[in-house]
């Protein structure tokens, strides 16, 4: 019994001890699955720790690189919006300028005009007082002085200007007188000449106060528009005066005027209307001629002016006069048609009064500068020019041509026009016409 119960124990015991076995087996097996769990775990975690690392590795220089994009970008587009900036103030600065330097042009003007009236009141006024003492003479002088006060301030004066600026005569103030005879009309090519006598005297007087300038450079003036020139307006008895010019420039207020200056000086004269262009013409001749007390020889409108011109010497003859003045039309579109109307004129002349003085006197408008010059070429080129009749230097600043007329041509300047009454043509006179834009 004892060893069935002892038996039955060993039993037990020993399924007791297969089962804590069991037991322990398969909480071993349960404790390696956990630790292969969690190494695994810990495995997955770390692989993902990894690659989050990488993914921010990788992320950071994509994003350096973005970021540093961006900011030169930036940095560009800051630039660019500096330089516009920068234009944009200089193109404002440079309009700004602009206004400051137009509106000092202005003043100058402004101030140039008020310098002029003022003038122009003295003198008035001086002319005023002396007329008083010596009537006659000074008054032609001072009306002429007064005519040419713009072309003095647009010479003497400025000459006057750039003189008290230097020290010492050298080239640059050469350069800037050269400028200033340039800009009163004078011309490029006489400018040029006169600069370069002016330069030689200059050497070979050895002179180098700039106070001697302007009396040498008048000096060089007179010399270059050639002393020797006639300038008298031939009135022996018989004289014919043809009038010629381009339209408007004045030629039948000139006749007017020189009618009434010949017959104050007791010369019987007789006018002779050649422009027969238009009514208007022939009718402003007749109001010249009521003015002036002297008859004119007219026909109608349309008519040949030779034909007038023929009837004008016929007259002359009978009535005996001494001057004969023929106005002609301006209206002669070219070189050829003006050679061949001049032709015609000059061979009724030539038949019909062959024993008569002959003058041909150009008129040229003042204002024109430059453009008189040219007419003068043109009409010397299909005319025997006698004569100049320089017209309306009142109040123009371009009296200098004058220089220029006498020097290049070699055509006496013989009358000035100073205004448009009756009195206001004046024998040329190259000492006060000098004076009188330099001084
Ligand atoms: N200020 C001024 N005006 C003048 C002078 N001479 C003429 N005039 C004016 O110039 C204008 C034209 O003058 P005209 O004598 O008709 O000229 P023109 O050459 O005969 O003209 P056409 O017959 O059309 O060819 C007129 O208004 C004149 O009063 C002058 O010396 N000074
Ligand atoms: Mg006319």
């Known amino acids: 019994m004892f060893k069935w119960i002892k038996d039955k124990l060993s039993k037990n015991e020993d399924k007791i001890q297969e089962e804590i076995a069991q037991e ?60 516009e900036i920068a234009q944009k103030e200089v193109v404002q600065e440079e309009i700004a300028q602009e206004e400051v330097i137009q509106e000092e042009v202005a003043q100058e003007e402004i101030a140039q005009e008020e310098v002029i009236q003022e003038e122009v009141i003295q003198e008035e006024i001086a002319q005023e007082e002396i007329v008083q003492e010596e009537p006659e003479k000074v008054s032609i002088f001072q009306k002429l002085k007064q005519g040419l006060s713009k072309t003095r301030h647009e010479m003497g004066v400025k000459i006057n200007t750039v003189l008290g600026a230097y020290v010492k005569i050298d080239d640059e103030m050469l350069e800037d007188i050269e400028d200033i005879l340039v800009s009163a009309d004078i011309g490029m090519q006489t400018t040029m000449k006169l600069i370069d006598n002016l330069r030689t005297t200059i050497i070979n007087e050895k002179v180098n106060d700039p106070a001697m300038v302007k009396p040498l450079l008048k000096k060089e003036v007179k010399k270059l528009m050639n002393e020797d020139l006639d300038t008298k307006i031939c009135d022996e008895k018989p004289t014919v005066i043809l009038v010629v010019g381009v339209n408007g420039v004045g030629k039948t207020t000139t006749i007017g005027k020189l009618s009434n200056k010949l017959k104050a000086k007791g010369k019987k004269v007789l006018i002779a209307a050649g422009d027969t262009f238009r009514a208007a013409a022939i009718d402003q001749l007749k109001t010249w001629g009521d003015r002036a007390e002297v008859d004119v020889i007219a026909h109608t409108e349309g008519a040949d002016p030779a034909a007038v011109i023929f009837d004008g010497i016929s007259a002359a003859k009978s009535r005996n006069c001494d001057v004969l003045i023929c106005d002609t039309a301006g209206r002669l579109h070219n070189k050829a048609n003006l050679m061949q109307e001049l032709e015609k004129i000059n061979r009724i002349i030539d038949r019909g009064y062959p024993e008569a003085n002959r003058e041909t006197l150009l008129v040229l408008d003042a204002t024109t500068g430059q453009n008189a010059m040219n007419q003068a070429k043109t009409f010397k080129e299909v005319s025997d020019l006698s004569g100049i009749v320089l017209t309306k230097l009142d109040g123009t600043a371009k009296g200098g041509v004058v220089i220029a007329l006498q020097s290049e041509l070699q055509i006496p300047i013989k009358l000035v026009g100073v205004g448009e009454g009756i009195d206001d043509l004046q024998e040329f006179n190259m000492d006060s016409f000098i004076d009188a834009i330099f001084d």
Do not use: G, H, N
């Open 24 to 83: 322990e087996i398969a909480q071993e097996e349960v404790v390696q699955e956990e630790v292969i769990q969690e190494e695994i775990a810990q495995e997955e975690v770390i692989q993902e720790e990894i690659a989050q690392e990488e993914v921010i590795q990788e992320e950071i220089p994509q994003k350096e690189i973005a970021q540093e994009e961006v900011a030169q970008k930036e940095a560009v587009q800051e630039e660019i919006a500096q330089e």
